[in-house]
T-cell receptor
């Protein structure tokens, strides 16, 4: 099992550009999550999904969109990149809910200039 | 909304000394509690978790934590620090039935030889 994989590892965007951060898990987990990590701020939940076709907002959803067409994939879309979106993004998954261990991907470092 | 407080953003201990990392949470219902560790340029991985049952929880690498409801705390300890323990440690809480994970701001542990 590869676990949770994320691509790309690093990306530089110009203000106003768009991009999609990819996340795939091969553990047949139902729940998937997107977080951003900023220095001294811990992790903030952006969006989560409880299964294919079902997504919901987390604590900091503004400026992002998600979709979940399959159990395995949970891409995060930035439509109009802003400097405030410079961060490290982590995808995670659990089998069936918020009482379980989260399995994290290695992260995507995004710089918006 | 939940809040998670980790006292001390940086903690330094000597090799072989006791490690104590503090975590307090706010919740009106018994929460689920987690400690995660993050090594440089990696995703987070679970150290230990409390859901129900015994309040003293043992995790990997010799770490343990005790859930104290009266103090709303879940402090992480290890009797003897090893150089390999140097990392960032995050306390996290989820509160049923809400679908959210809340992370503390993290504590960076330095181990001095």
């Amino acid at each position: 099992n590869a676990g949770v994989t994320q691509t790309p590892k690093f990306r530089i965007l110009k203000i106003g550009q768009s991009m999609t951060l990819q996340c795939t898990q091969d553990m047949n987990h139902n729940y998937m999550y997107w977080y951003r990590q900023d220095p001294g701020m811990g992790l903030k939940l952006i969006y989560y999904s409880v299964g294919a076709g079902i997504t919901d907002k987390g604590e900091v959803p503004n400026g992002y969109n998600v979709s979940r067409s399959t159990t395995e994939d949970f891409p995060l879309r930035l439509e109009l990149a802003a400097p405030s979106q410079t961060s490290v993004y982590f995808c995670a998954s659990t089998y069936n809910g918020f009482q379980e261990t989260q399995y994290f991907g290695p992260g995507t470092r995004l710089l918006v200039l | 909304a939940q809040s998670v407080t980790q006292l001390g953003s940086h903690v330094s201990v000597s090799e072989g000394a006791l490690v104590l990392l503090r975590c307090n949470y706010s919740s009106s219902v018994p929460p689920y509690l987690f400690w995660y560790v993050q090594y440089p340029n990696q995703g987070l991985q679970l150290l230990l978790k409390y859901t129900t049952g015994a309040t003293l929880v043992k995790g990997i690498n010799g770490f343990e934590a005790e859930f104290k409801k009266s103090e709303t705390s879940f402090h992480l300890t290890k009797p003897s620090a090893h150089m390999s323990d140097a990392a960032e440690y995050f306390c996290a809480v989820s509160d049923p039935p809400g679908n959210q994970f809340y992370f503390g701001t993290g504590t960076s542990l330095t181990v001095i030889p």
